[in-house]
Every structure is written in C-alpha cells, then in structure tokens.
C-alpha cells in the first residue's frame, strides 16, 4: 500500500482539502476575500460560482502556482506552505486548459507524469494501465491523444491525474464544451473514484445541474464564500424550492445550467 492509500485510509485523519482563511489580490483587486473550504475524504465538493467567482484562483493557490500569503492550506493534513513536497504529492489536479500532449500516446503522458514523480517503469507502466482501466480507454493507449474527442482527452487527464496516488482531486471546470454524452461519463468516472476510493474532491463548475443531493456545495461568489454545506440545507437556507433558486437568492444572479 502506498503511503498516500495508507493515510486515505487511516481512521480519524485529516480531511482530504483544508482552506482556511485565504484571501488573494492582484494588485488593488482583491478576487478571493478569507476564503475557508473543507473537503472530507469521501465527499465531492463542487465549487459552484459564475466566471470571475475566482475559482481558478483559489485552485492556483492550493497548487502552489500562487503562494498564499493569507491563512492556510492542507492537503490530507500537510501544510502547502510549510510542507509543498508532501502535500503536493497528495494532490491530484486537472486544469482548466487542456495540458496533456496531442503527439505523445495515452500511455507517453501517463508514462512521463510519472517519471515527474519518481516512479520506476514497471510501476509506472502497471498504474498507467490501471488508470487508463478506470476511465475507460484501455483500447486506446497506443493512440496518439490527438486522435481522442475533447472528453476523451479529458478522461486521460484524469487518468494521469491518478498516477501518483493522491488522496485528494482537484478539477477545474472539467466538463466545459464537452457534449451532454461526455459531460455524464467524466462526471461518473470522478463521483466512481469518490464512492470507491475514498478521494476527496473539489470539482469547479459555473453549471448548477452538476450538482447531486448528497455533494458538499461551496457557493463561491465574488471571492467570498456565500454558502458551504448539503444541499437541503442549501434550499433550507433560502427557502428555495431549486438549487437554482437557492443560487440567484443568494447571489442575486441567475445560475448557468448548461454548457453554452
Ligand atoms: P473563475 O475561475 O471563477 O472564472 P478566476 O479565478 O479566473 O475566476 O478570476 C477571478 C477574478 O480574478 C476575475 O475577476 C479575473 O479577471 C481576475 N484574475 C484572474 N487571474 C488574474 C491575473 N493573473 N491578473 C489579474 N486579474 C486576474
Ligand atoms: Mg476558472
């Protein structure tokens, strides 16, 4: 068992994702205003919010691409700050843009993300075909990825995204234009990887119908975090009778449902 699986599984340890406090400028304009965000191992946390809510940012954030000035990130326990090595280990991201390589098969990218993180070719080569298992194009890992459709291509960011174990995933609007089709698979790949694996995941999107009965919603507007919680309780809150609903009374703005 690696040591990532052994910390997902050890019982009363920490959430899978700890914000605390985080607050980010660029110059004079403060886009995430004392930001807190847990997201328990087991549990798919969407990060709803319009475009401009400064999801992206807070993503940046947790991987280290900004440092965090202001309070404080844990992944599965360790400190981005004071521990990057551990804690980035543990972190799982899908970006985003699109960063897998169109000229390199399934399995170069997977093979090559892997290298990144120190394993040795036979490991590799062994997780890179369970992670091509998973989300469902074993067939295709000889092709080159400029052969795949746009959620094709998606499912092999995932995939790589599982090659060093993490405890913890990030995915930053995954399903943007992407068709309906697609859209269900990469969503039933990552919810299959939360039921079965325990992950945690923090799943941006600006499209409310993501949203299941048993998520963790995290209503980020404007930077500020307007709601966290289940969904009845989201409804509860409002007295809405729709997540839609619950979404403009608290924003003052209507929720985008489907992908333009
Ligand atoms: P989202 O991902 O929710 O659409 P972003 O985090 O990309 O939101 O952006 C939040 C806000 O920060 C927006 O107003 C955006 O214009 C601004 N912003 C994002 N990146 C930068 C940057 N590098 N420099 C200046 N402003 C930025
Ligand atoms: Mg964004």
Known sequence: MSETQADTQAAGSPPALVVSGVSHSFGEKRVLDNVSVTVPRGTFAVLLGLNGAGKSTLFSLITRLYDNVSGEIRILGH????????????????????????????????????????????????????????????????DKVRNLSGGQSRRVEIARSLMHQPGCLLLDEPTVGLDIGSRESVISIVRGLVARQGLGVLWATHLIDEIQPTDLIVLLHKGKVLFSGRLPEFLASTGAATPADAFRLLTGTSATAEAA
Do not use: C
């Open 79 to 142: 400190d981005v700050r004071r521990r990057p090595g551990a804690a980035l280990q543990r972190l799982g991201v899908v970006f985003q843009s699109k960063t897998v390589d169109s000229d390199l098969s399934l399995q170069q990218n997977l093979l090559y993300h892997a290298a990144l993180h120190g394993l040795g070719r036979s490991e590799a080569k062994k997780r890179a075909a369970e992670a091509l298992a998973i989300v469902d194009l074993s067939d295709r890992a000889k």
